[in-house]
T-cell receptor, first 113, second 114 residues
Framework: AQSVSQHNHHVILSEAASLELGCNYS??????LFWYVQYPGQHLQLLLK??????LVKGIKGFEAEFIKSKFSFNLRKPSVQWSDTAEYFC???????????FGTGTKLQVIP | DAGVIQSPRHEVTEMGQEVTLRCKPI?????LFWYRQTMMRGLELLIY????????DSGMPEDRFSAKMPNASFSTLKIQPSEPRDSAVYFC????????????FGPGTRLTVL
């Protein structure tokens, strides 16, 4: 069965700091990977996704993620965070061609002005 | 596009009452998902449908929970009888045809069971 681990539960950064959120998955076959963001009081929305091709994926709002197959990782990065990036970030994995997506437990990011 | 529509947005009920949550997926999407989000357990998949057929309901907590999808444009999640521990935000999401795809989430229903 597929599973996702997000090791950082709560991250606090100052504006302009660089961000890296860890995500590791456990599944030996082909995977599709996602990062979703949930702003306070809102629903989840897609930030970026990886299905195939270039392992460095660029998403909205300056976010990017790198798929490293050998490390089973799909870490999210942003070179300079803004206060408006305060949100909860979820990594998710899908495998085997099925629609079911398994979500990680989420990382709450708080950006201090 | 209207996006995924959920109703009601907020529901407050008393323990023992029946609760019905509703979802209208994005037109043309053929997969629908029900999630529950709590502080303690995070985001949990309860059940998902493909072409109106339940594919995986292993996340449904117990027999008090049931979900139906009578047609491609409507789904319900019912809790009967409700309990205080069912208090959570319930999200519905839909995705398009084929294999893995982006899920589009609705605004959620915040359920409070007193």
């Amino acid at each position: 069965a597929q599973s996702v681990s997000q090791h950082n539960h709560h991250v606090i950064l100052s504006e302009a700091a660089s961000l890296e959120l860890g995500c590791n998955y456990s599944y030996g076959g082909t995977v599709n990977l996602f990062w979703y963001v949930q702003y306070p009081g809102q629903h989840l929305q897609l930030l970026l996704k990886y299905f195939s091709g270039d392992p460095l994926v660029k998403g909205i709002k300056g976010f990017e993620a790198e798929f490293i197959k050998s490390k089973f990782s799909f870490n999210l990065r942003k070179p300079s965070v803004q206060w408006s990036d305060t949100a909860e970030y979820f990594c998710a994995v899908n495998s085997g061609g099925y629609q079911k997506v398994t979500f990680g437990t989420g990382t709450k990011l708080q950006v201090i002005p | 596009d209207a996006g995924v529509i959920q109703s009601p947005r907020h529901e407050v009920t008393e323990m023992g009452q029946e609760v019905t949550l509703r979802c209208k997926p994005i037109s043309g999407h053929n997969s629908l998902f029900w999630y529950r989000q709590t502080m303690m357990r995070g985001l949990e998949l309860l059940i998902y449908f493909n072409n109106n057929v339940p594919i995986d309901d292993s996340g449904m907590p117990e027999d008090r929970f049931s979900a139906k999808m009578p047609n491609a444009s409507f789904s319900t999640l019912k809790i009967q009888p409700s309990e205080p521990r069912d208090s959570a935000v319930y999200f519905c999401a839909s995705s398009g045809t084929g294999g893995p795809d982006t899920q589009y989430f609705g605004p959620g229903t915040r359920l409070t069971v007193l």
